[in-house]
């Protein structure tokens, strides 16, 4: 239980610290080359320049108020989605929100950009971003926005794409950008985000699906699939092709973070196992995609 505790502790704050980044990427890369973020924190963004001219209001010098429209945003989707994930999970993605966007509002923002190459500031700032989402995922916490969206999607309509809802509600981000701020300011954000979410795919384990086949002697591989990982797994007879000796050939589908602890399990049960992977899948059917790590 000690050990549960203490790594259930560790991923919460890494999973807040992935919203650290990704709230320090904003406030020292964004804000001061003036761009516009992507999904919620645009919206946000929109929403409070809509209000400055709207209603002349003009927001205090010495904090983003953008960080606030953020967590206000956020409020209705964690009443949308306590239901459907974990306790875990709904905890991590509370605080990492709420930490998220305190950084927002309160982290610095440089007068100037930090370098004089404005290219080197987009690729450097998205990287981080990217990076502070991917962990935060990674280890069963989410930034909110979209992102929680994409799991109530997912876990409601598994049909639904929420790639296309995030590329729509970009393009019209953008575009907004484009007449408001110029085409090379859109430009330079469109760059942003997708370096972000390049990395962050490239961390985010849990979203790619691999398919795994395994050949083996060992009559334990099922039982371990189905109660260790919560796989389902389709099983077949066999025999090697050098002395015809009997095997079972076992095809499973996990994430690639799963992956890991399937490896694990091959090396305890059947250490001379054969096993190929292929990532990059695409799964239809009874399959269900988790979140929590």
Same mark, same amino acid.
């Given at each position: 239980m000690k050990r549960f #505790? %203490?790594?259930? *502790?560790? @991923? !919460?704050? +890494?999973? $807040?610290?992935?919203?650290v980044l990704f709230a320090f990427s904003y406030r020292v890369f964004i804000v001061p080359l003036h761009l516009m973020s992507g999904g919620f924190t645009g919206i946000s963004q929109l929403i409070l320049r809509f209000i400055t001219f709207v209603f002349h209001v003009t927001p205090p010098s010495n904090i983003d108020v953008t960080g606030i429209i953020v967590w206000l945003l956020n409020i209705p989707l964690f009443i949308m989605v306590w239901k459907i994930v974990s306790p875990t999970f709904m905890l991590r993605t509370f605080? !990492? $929100?709420? $930490?998220?966007?305190?950084?927002?509002v309160w982290i610095p923002a440089p007068a100037a950009p930090l370098m004089d190459n404005t290219l080197t500031c987009v690729l *450097?700032?998205?990287?981080i971003a990217g990076f502070g989402v991917g962990i935060t995922l990674k280890n069963g916490g989410c930034g909110g926005g979209i992102d929680t969206v994409g799991i109530?999607?997912?876990?409601? /309509?598994?049909e639904f794409s929420v790639g296309k809802l995030s590329l /729509?509600?970009?393009? +019209?981000?953008?575009? =907004?950008?484009a007449f408001s701020d110029g085409p090379e300011i859109a430009v330079y954000s469109v760059l942003y985000t997708f370096v972000e979410c *390049? &990395?962050?795919d490239r961390i985010h384990e849990q979203n790619i699906m691999t398919q795994a086949i395994i050949v083996t002697r060992s009559n334990n591989f099922t039982d371990e699939i189905i109660h260790h990982l919560n796989r389902g797994c389709t099983v077949w007879d066999g025999c090697g092709g050098y002395d015809s000796t009997p095997t079972h =050939? +076992?095809? !499973?589908?996990?994430?690639?973070?799963?992956?890991?602890?399937?490896?694990? @399990?091959?090396? %305890?049960?059947?250490?001379?196992? /054969?096993? #190929?992977?292929?990532?990059? =899948?695409? &799964? !239809?059917?009874?399959f269900e995609k988790r979140f929590d790590a």
């Open positions: #505790t %203490e790594s259930s *502790l560790y @991923k !919460t704050l +890494i999973a $807040v610290l992935g919203g605080l !990492t $929100v709420l $930490v998220q966007s305190a950084c927002m *450097l700032g998205g990287a109530y999607s997912a876990k409601k /309509f598994p /729509f509600v970009n393009v +019209i981000i953008y575009v =907004i950008c *390049l &990395v962050m =050939i +076992i095809m !499973t589908t996990v994430s690639r973070y799963e992956r890991r602890l399937l490896n694990q @399990k091959v090396q %305890e049960l059947d250490p001379h196992a /054969f096993v #190929t992977y292929q990532d990059g =899948i695409s &799964v !239809t059917g009874n």
